[in-house]
Protein backbone atom coordinates (compact mmCIF):
# COMPACT_ATOMS: atom_id res chain seq x y z
CA UNK A 1 0.00 0.00 0.00
CA UNK A 2 1.52 3.12 -0.84
CA UNK A 3 1.14 6.32 0.62
CA UNK A 4 -2.00 7.45 -1.10
CA UNK A 5 -4.08 5.20 -1.87
CA UNK A 6 -4.73 0.89 -0.91
CA UNK A 7 -4.57 -0.21 -4.00
CA UNK A 8 -4.39 -3.92 -4.52
CA UNK A 9 -4.57 -4.40 -0.57
CA UNK A 10 -8.33 -3.74 -1.11
CA UNK A 11 -9.20 -7.10 -2.59
CA UNK A 12 -6.49 -8.96 -0.16
CA UNK A 13 -8.54 -7.30 2.81
CA UNK A 14 -11.90 -8.80 1.43
CA UNK A 15 -10.36 -12.06 0.81
CA UNK A 16 -8.66 -12.84 4.00
CA UNK A 17 -4.83 -12.74 3.05
CA UNK A 18 -3.83 -8.81 5.33
CA UNK A 19 -2.91 -9.48 9.10
CA UNK A 20 -4.72 -7.53 11.40
CA UNK A 21 -2.37 -4.33 11.42
CA UNK A 22 -2.56 -4.24 7.67
CA UNK A 23 -6.36 -4.58 7.91
CA UNK A 24 -6.03 -1.55 10.47
CA UNK A 25 -4.11 0.58 7.64
CA UNK A 26 -7.01 -0.20 5.28
CA UNK A 27 -9.50 0.33 7.57
CA UNK A 28 -7.92 3.95 8.44
CA UNK A 29 -7.08 5.04 4.71
CA UNK A 30 -10.61 4.06 3.47
CA UNK A 31 -12.16 6.33 6.12
CA UNK A 32 -11.39 9.66 4.21
CA UNK A 33 -10.95 7.94 1.03
CA UNK A 34 -14.16 7.56 -1.20
CA UNK A 35 -12.62 5.94 -4.38
CA UNK A 36 -10.55 3.35 -2.12
CA UNK A 37 -13.66 2.66 0.03
CA UNK A 38 -15.66 1.91 -3.14
CA UNK A 39 -12.97 -0.17 -4.31
CA UNK A 40 -13.03 -2.13 -1.33
CA UNK A 41 -16.67 -2.49 -0.97
CA UNK A 42 -16.87 -4.28 -4.49
CA UNK A 43 -14.27 -6.37 -3.53
CA UNK A 44 -16.12 -7.42 -0.46
CA UNK A 45 -19.80 -7.81 -2.44
CA UNK A 46 -16.73 -10.40 -4.45
CA UNK A 47 -16.12 -12.17 -1.41
CA UNK A 48 -20.46 -12.29 -0.85
CA UNK A 49 -20.55 -14.00 -3.87
CA UNK A 50 -18.14 -16.54 -3.11
CA UNK A 51 -19.54 -17.25 0.53
CA UNK A 52 -23.28 -17.91 -1.40
CA UNK A 53 -22.08 -20.70 -2.56
CA UNK A 54 -22.81 -22.87 0.76
CA UNK A 55 -26.41 -22.35 2.03
CA UNK A 56 -26.54 -20.48 4.99
CA UNK A 57 -26.55 -22.23 8.08
CA UNK A 58 -29.18 -21.73 10.69
CA UNK A 59 -27.98 -20.21 13.96
CA UNK A 60 -27.27 -22.90 16.51
CA UNK A 61 -31.16 -23.30 18.52
CA UNK A 62 -29.97 -21.78 21.84
CA UNK A 63 -28.50 -18.70 20.15
CA UNK A 64 -29.43 -15.02 20.97
CA UNK A 65 -28.89 -12.20 19.86
CA UNK A 66 -26.04 -9.90 21.13
CA UNK A 67 -27.56 -6.75 23.74
CA UNK A 68 -26.50 -4.02 21.87
CA UNK A 69 -26.48 -1.19 25.01
CA UNK A 70 -25.61 2.09 24.96
CA UNK A 71 -21.28 1.51 24.93
CA UNK A 72 -18.71 2.98 27.22
CA UNK A 73 -17.72 5.64 24.22
CA UNK A 74 -21.03 7.59 25.41
CA UNK A 75 -19.56 8.23 29.05
CA UNK A 76 -15.99 7.49 29.24
CA UNK A 77 -15.38 11.00 27.80
CA UNK A 78 -17.68 13.02 30.40
CA UNK A 79 -15.10 11.65 33.07
CA UNK A 80 -13.09 14.28 31.42
CA UNK A 81 -15.90 16.95 31.13
CA UNK A 82 -16.81 16.52 35.07
CA UNK A 83 -12.59 17.07 35.88
CA UNK A 84 -13.20 20.54 33.56
CA UNK A 85 -16.57 21.14 35.26
CA UNK A 86 -14.67 20.97 39.13
CA UNK A 87 -11.57 22.94 37.44
CA UNK A 88 -14.13 25.65 36.18
CA UNK A 89 -15.56 25.79 40.32
CA UNK A 90 -12.24 25.91 41.47
CA UNK A 91 -11.28 28.70 38.61
CA UNK A 92 -14.22 30.66 40.01
CA UNK A 93 -12.65 30.29 43.13
CA UNK A 94 -9.78 32.38 44.38
CA UNK A 95 -7.11 30.30 43.14
CA UNK A 96 -6.80 29.14 39.92
CA UNK A 97 -6.83 25.63 38.61
CA UNK A 98 -3.08 24.36 39.12
CA UNK A 99 -3.89 20.98 36.85
CA UNK A 100 -2.06 20.57 33.70
CA UNK A 101 -5.00 20.57 31.95
CA UNK A 102 -6.20 23.92 32.88
CA UNK A 103 -5.98 25.84 29.56
CA UNK A 104 -8.91 23.16 28.24
CA UNK A 105 -10.76 24.10 30.90
CA UNK A 106 -10.32 28.05 31.03
CA UNK A 107 -11.07 28.05 27.40
CA UNK A 108 -14.47 25.72 28.47
CA UNK A 109 -15.47 28.25 30.75
CA UNK A 110 -15.57 31.38 28.34
CA UNK A 111 -16.80 29.85 25.29
CA UNK A 112 -19.34 27.87 23.45
CA UNK A 113 -18.23 24.64 22.44
CA UNK A 114 -19.44 21.50 20.20
CA UNK A 115 -17.63 17.81 20.20
CA UNK A 116 -16.78 15.25 17.84
CA UNK A 117 -16.36 11.49 18.05
CA UNK A 118 -13.15 10.37 16.08
CA UNK A 119 -14.05 7.07 14.05
CA UNK A 120 -11.73 4.85 12.47
CA UNK A 121 -9.36 2.02 13.67
CA UNK A 122 -7.81 3.29 16.58
CA UNK A 123 -9.28 3.86 20.24
CA UNK A 124 -11.73 5.80 21.71
CA UNK A 125 -11.47 9.17 21.21
CA UNK A 126 -13.23 12.80 21.17
CA UNK A 127 -12.40 16.38 20.20
CA UNK A 128 -13.94 18.80 21.88
CA UNK A 129 -14.02 22.27 20.14
CA UNK A 130 -15.07 26.14 20.42
CA UNK A 131 -17.95 26.53 17.70
CA UNK A 132 -15.48 29.51 16.50
CA UNK A 133 -12.66 27.05 16.57
CA UNK A 134 -10.77 29.34 18.67
CA UNK A 135 -9.64 26.08 20.37
CA UNK A 136 -9.46 22.36 20.10
CA UNK A 137 -9.04 19.94 23.03
CA UNK A 138 -8.41 16.07 22.26
CA UNK A 139 -8.93 13.08 24.63
CA UNK A 140 -7.90 9.80 23.74
CA UNK A 141 -8.48 6.57 25.48
CA UNK A 142 -5.48 5.18 26.19
CA UNK A 143 -1.73 6.07 27.10
CA UNK A 144 -0.14 6.13 23.21
CA UNK A 145 1.20 9.04 22.23
CA UNK A 146 -0.49 9.79 19.22
CA UNK A 147 -0.18 12.65 17.19
CA UNK A 148 -3.21 15.51 15.77
CA UNK A 149 -3.15 17.25 13.22
CA UNK A 150 -5.65 19.54 11.56
CA UNK A 151 -6.48 19.10 8.23
CA UNK A 152 -8.15 22.55 6.56
CA UNK A 153 -8.30 23.75 2.96
CA UNK A 154 -5.08 25.54 3.29
CA UNK A 155 -3.38 21.95 4.14
CA UNK A 156 -2.34 19.73 7.47
CA UNK A 157 -0.77 21.49 10.34
CA UNK A 158 0.74 19.32 13.11
CA UNK A 159 -1.12 20.27 15.99
CA UNK A 160 1.44 17.99 18.75
CA UNK A 161 1.02 15.12 20.77
CA UNK A 162 -1.10 14.26 23.35
CA UNK A 163 0.12 13.93 26.62
CA UNK A 164 -1.51 11.03 29.70
CA UNK A 165 -3.52 12.00 32.65
CA UNK A 166 -5.37 9.57 34.54
CA UNK A 167 -5.76 6.78 31.96
CA UNK A 168 -6.67 8.88 28.77
CA UNK A 169 -4.45 11.27 26.86
CA UNK A 170 -5.23 14.81 25.63
CA UNK A 171 -4.14 17.51 24.08
CA UNK A 172 -5.20 20.92 23.97
CA UNK A 173 -4.60 23.42 20.98
CA UNK A 174 -4.93 26.85 21.48
CA UNK A 175 -5.31 27.41 17.66
CA UNK A 176 -7.51 29.96 15.60
CA UNK A 177 -8.07 28.21 12.31
CA UNK A 178 -11.00 26.47 11.23
CA UNK A 179 -10.42 22.79 10.22
CA UNK A 180 -12.15 20.60 8.59
CA UNK A 181 -11.07 17.26 10.44
CA UNK A 182 -8.92 16.54 12.93
CA UNK A 183 -6.82 13.16 12.34
CA UNK A 184 -5.23 10.53 15.49
CA UNK A 185 -1.96 9.61 13.90
CA UNK A 186 0.67 6.84 14.60
CA UNK A 187 3.72 7.53 12.94
CA UNK A 188 2.62 7.85 9.39
CA UNK A 189 -0.46 6.16 9.67
CA UNK A 190 -4.01 8.39 10.50
CA UNK A 191 -5.53 5.83 12.52
CA UNK A 192 -8.33 8.09 13.69
CA UNK A 193 -10.42 10.91 11.70
CA UNK A 194 -12.93 13.14 13.41
CA UNK A 195 -15.21 15.50 11.48
CA UNK A 196 -15.50 19.08 12.24
CA UNK A 197 -18.97 20.55 11.39
CA UNK B 1 -45.66 2.01 -7.02
CA UNK B 2 -41.75 3.11 -5.94
CA UNK B 3 -40.32 1.08 -2.92
CA UNK B 4 -39.56 3.49 -0.09
CA UNK B 5 -35.81 3.16 1.26
CA UNK B 6 -35.04 0.58 -2.02
CA UNK B 7 -32.90 1.67 -4.77
CA UNK B 8 -31.54 -1.36 -6.12
CA UNK B 9 -33.77 -5.21 -6.46
CA UNK B 10 -31.86 -7.83 -8.01
CA UNK B 11 -33.04 -10.83 -10.01
CA UNK B 12 -31.19 -14.07 -9.81
CA UNK B 13 -32.78 -17.11 -10.43
CA UNK B 14 -32.97 -18.17 -7.10
CA UNK B 15 -34.53 -14.98 -5.57
CA UNK B 16 -34.75 -11.58 -5.39
CA UNK B 17 -32.38 -9.43 -3.37
CA UNK B 18 -33.41 -6.54 -1.79
CA UNK B 19 -30.60 -3.63 -0.24
CA UNK B 20 -32.59 -2.24 2.55
CA UNK B 21 -31.10 1.31 2.47
CA UNK B 22 -32.55 2.23 5.39
CA UNK B 23 -31.14 -0.65 7.49
CA UNK B 24 -27.71 0.39 5.79
CA UNK B 25 -28.07 3.83 7.48
CA UNK B 26 -29.28 2.84 10.49
CA UNK B 27 -26.66 0.97 10.63
CA UNK B 28 -23.74 3.28 9.60
CA UNK B 29 -26.00 5.68 12.16
CA UNK B 30 -25.20 2.99 15.03
CA UNK B 31 -28.73 2.60 15.64
CA UNK B 32 -29.18 -0.44 18.42
CA UNK B 33 -32.39 -1.53 16.46
CA UNK B 34 -30.34 -1.33 12.78
CA UNK B 35 -27.80 -3.83 14.75
CA UNK B 36 -30.56 -5.90 15.91
CA UNK B 37 -32.00 -6.36 12.40
CA UNK B 38 -28.72 -7.17 10.84
CA UNK B 39 -27.97 -9.84 13.66
CA UNK B 40 -31.75 -11.12 12.25
CA UNK B 41 -30.93 -10.80 8.33
CA UNK B 42 -27.28 -11.41 8.17
CA UNK B 43 -26.33 -13.36 11.40
CA UNK B 44 -26.52 -16.76 9.48
CA UNK B 45 -24.85 -15.81 6.56
CA UNK B 46 -21.86 -14.38 9.20
CA UNK B 47 -22.24 -17.82 11.13
CA UNK B 48 -21.35 -19.73 8.26
CA UNK B 49 -18.71 -17.53 6.48
CA UNK B 50 -16.98 -17.68 10.46
CA UNK B 51 -17.83 -21.66 10.24
CA UNK B 52 -16.20 -22.57 7.26
CA UNK B 53 -12.85 -20.76 8.89
CA UNK B 54 -13.10 -22.29 12.56
CA UNK B 55 -15.19 -25.70 11.57
CA UNK B 56 -16.42 -25.07 15.69
CA UNK B 57 -19.99 -23.82 15.95
CA UNK B 58 -19.51 -22.34 18.88
CA UNK B 59 -16.69 -20.41 18.53
CA UNK B 60 -18.44 -19.28 14.77
CA UNK B 61 -21.07 -18.04 16.72
CA UNK B 62 -18.89 -16.33 19.27
CA UNK B 63 -17.30 -14.84 17.00
CA UNK B 64 -20.10 -13.47 15.68
CA UNK B 65 -21.42 -11.94 18.72
CA UNK B 66 -17.92 -10.31 18.92
CA UNK B 67 -17.74 -8.68 15.39
CA UNK B 68 -21.20 -7.03 15.45
CA UNK B 69 -20.29 -6.18 19.87
CA UNK B 70 -16.99 -4.60 18.81
CA UNK B 71 -18.26 -2.36 15.70
CA UNK B 72 -21.48 -1.21 18.10
CA UNK B 73 -18.68 -0.19 20.91
CA UNK B 74 -16.15 1.30 18.65
CA UNK B 75 -18.50 3.14 16.39
CA UNK B 76 -18.16 1.27 12.83
CA UNK B 77 -16.53 1.81 10.12
CA UNK B 78 -19.47 1.18 7.48
CA UNK B 79 -21.05 3.66 5.14
CA UNK B 80 -23.44 3.36 2.60
CA UNK B 81 -20.98 4.27 0.56
CA UNK B 82 -19.01 1.18 0.85
CA UNK B 83 -21.48 -1.22 -0.53
CA UNK B 84 -23.81 -3.87 0.45
CA UNK B 85 -23.52 -4.10 4.53
CA UNK B 86 -24.27 -7.67 4.49
CA UNK B 87 -20.81 -7.79 2.15
CA UNK B 88 -18.99 -5.69 4.96
CA UNK B 89 -20.23 -8.28 7.62
CA UNK B 90 -18.85 -11.19 6.24
CA UNK B 91 -15.77 -9.89 5.49
CA UNK B 92 -15.21 -8.41 9.09
CA UNK B 93 -16.44 -11.94 10.43
CA UNK B 94 -14.55 -13.96 8.01
CA UNK B 95 -11.12 -11.29 8.71
CA UNK B 96 -12.29 -11.62 12.61
CA UNK B 97 -12.77 -15.54 12.26
CA UNK B 98 -9.21 -16.06 10.49
CA UNK B 99 -7.15 -13.99 12.73
CA UNK B 100 -8.38 -16.63 15.73
CA UNK B 101 -7.36 -19.71 13.40
CA UNK B 102 -3.86 -18.32 12.22
CA UNK B 103 -3.64 -17.40 16.04
CA UNK B 104 -4.08 -21.11 17.64
CA UNK B 105 -1.59 -23.29 15.91
CA UNK B 106 -4.10 -26.48 15.57
CA UNK B 107 -6.21 -24.21 13.83
CA UNK B 108 -3.68 -23.27 11.97
CA UNK B 109 -2.91 -26.89 11.17
CA UNK B 110 -5.82 -28.08 10.28
CA UNK B 111 -6.39 -25.53 7.64
CA UNK B 112 -3.39 -26.23 5.74
CA UNK B 113 -4.38 -29.91 5.81
CA UNK B 114 -7.99 -29.66 5.25
CA UNK B 115 -9.97 -29.84 1.92
CA UNK B 116 -12.77 -27.00 0.30
CA UNK B 117 -15.14 -26.77 3.26
CA UNK B 118 -17.73 -25.95 1.34
CA UNK B 119 -18.27 -30.58 0.71
CA UNK B 120 -17.52 -31.45 4.21
CA UNK B 121 -20.21 -29.72 6.93
CA UNK B 122 -21.77 -27.10 4.55
CA UNK B 123 -24.10 -27.92 2.33
CA UNK B 124 -23.83 -25.98 -1.29
CA UNK B 125 -26.68 -23.81 -2.56
CA UNK B 126 -26.73 -25.80 -6.25
CA UNK B 127 -27.36 -22.54 -8.34
CA UNK B 128 -24.70 -20.55 -6.73
CA UNK B 129 -22.25 -23.31 -6.25
CA UNK B 130 -22.49 -23.40 -10.32
CA UNK B 131 -22.08 -20.24 -10.13
CA UNK B 132 -19.26 -19.50 -8.83
CA UNK B 133 -17.45 -22.47 -10.65
CA UNK B 134 -17.85 -21.12 -13.96
CA UNK B 135 -16.64 -17.84 -12.67
CA UNK B 136 -13.50 -19.71 -10.94
CA UNK B 137 -13.17 -21.28 -14.45
CA UNK B 138 -12.63 -17.88 -15.86
CA UNK B 139 -9.44 -17.94 -13.73
CA UNK B 140 -5.60 -18.72 -15.27
CA UNK B 141 -4.23 -21.97 -13.32
CA UNK B 142 -2.02 -19.52 -11.32
CA UNK B 143 -4.86 -17.20 -10.29
CA UNK B 144 -6.91 -20.26 -9.46
CA UNK B 145 -4.20 -21.66 -7.04
CA UNK B 146 -3.39 -18.56 -5.61
CA UNK B 147 -7.45 -17.83 -4.96
CA UNK B 148 -7.62 -21.85 -3.48
CA UNK B 149 -4.48 -20.64 -0.61
CA UNK B 150 -5.84 -17.62 -0.09
CA UNK B 151 -9.68 -17.62 -0.08
CA UNK B 152 -10.58 -21.04 0.46
CA UNK B 153 -7.70 -22.33 2.93
CA UNK B 154 -7.46 -18.58 4.58
CA UNK B 155 -3.77 -18.12 4.00
CA UNK B 156 -2.05 -14.50 4.07
CA UNK B 157 -0.21 -13.17 0.69
CA UNK B 158 3.05 -13.42 2.56
CA UNK B 159 2.33 -17.37 3.77
CA UNK B 160 1.65 -17.77 0.02
CA UNK B 161 4.32 -16.08 -1.23
CA UNK B 162 6.38 -18.44 0.95
CA UNK B 163 4.67 -21.65 -0.32
CA UNK B 164 4.64 -20.79 -4.02
CA UNK B 165 8.33 -19.34 -3.71
CA UNK B 166 7.01 -16.18 -4.96
CA UNK B 167 7.58 -12.90 -4.46
CA UNK B 168 5.31 -11.15 -2.25
CA UNK B 169 4.39 -8.43 -4.74
CA UNK B 170 3.29 -11.00 -7.28
CA UNK B 171 1.13 -12.89 -5.35
CA UNK B 172 -0.77 -9.43 -4.10
CA UNK B 173 -1.07 -8.44 -7.96
CA UNK B 174 -2.57 -12.07 -8.94
CA UNK B 175 -5.24 -12.02 -5.80
CA UNK B 176 -6.66 -8.57 -7.30
CA UNK B 177 -6.40 -9.63 -10.61
CA UNK B 178 -7.94 -13.21 -9.66
CA UNK B 179 -10.56 -11.15 -7.39
CA UNK B 180 -11.29 -8.71 -10.01
CA UNK B 181 -12.03 -10.70 -12.19
CA UNK B 182 -14.18 -13.09 -10.40
CA UNK B 183 -16.35 -10.15 -10.10
CA UNK B 184 -16.58 -9.66 -13.45
CA UNK B 185 -17.59 -13.00 -13.98
CA UNK B 186 -20.58 -13.56 -11.18
CA UNK B 187 -21.28 -10.40 -12.39
CA UNK B 188 -21.26 -7.07 -11.11
CA UNK B 189 -25.42 -6.99 -10.16
CA UNK B 190 -25.90 -9.99 -8.71
CA UNK B 191 -23.14 -9.27 -5.79
CA UNK B 192 -24.86 -5.96 -4.77
Redesign the interface.
Known amino acids: MNDSHIGENAELYAVGSLDELERQRVEAHVANCADCLRRLGQAEETVLGLERETQAAPLPADARAPQFIAPRRAVWWLGALAAAAALIIGYLLPHPPTASNGPAQVAMLHSHFNHAQFTGAGPLAKVIYARDRSWYYVIVEGSHAYSVEGVGTSGTIDLGSVTTRDGTSELFVPHARRFERIELRDGPNVVETAQIR | MALPHVSRIVHSPKDFRVRDEALEAAFARRD?TA??RA??QF???M???A??VLRD??LA?DCV?DV??HL????T?Y?P????L???L??CV??AA??RA?DDARRRALLAEAPP??TST????PF??A??TE?LSKLSETQAKT?QL??YR????TE?AAALSEPVGTI??R??N???T??DA?G?E???
Open positions: AYEYQGARYTSLRKEHHLLWRKGSSARGNEAFVVRNLTRPALDADEHHVAIAYGMTHIKSISALRLRLKSLR
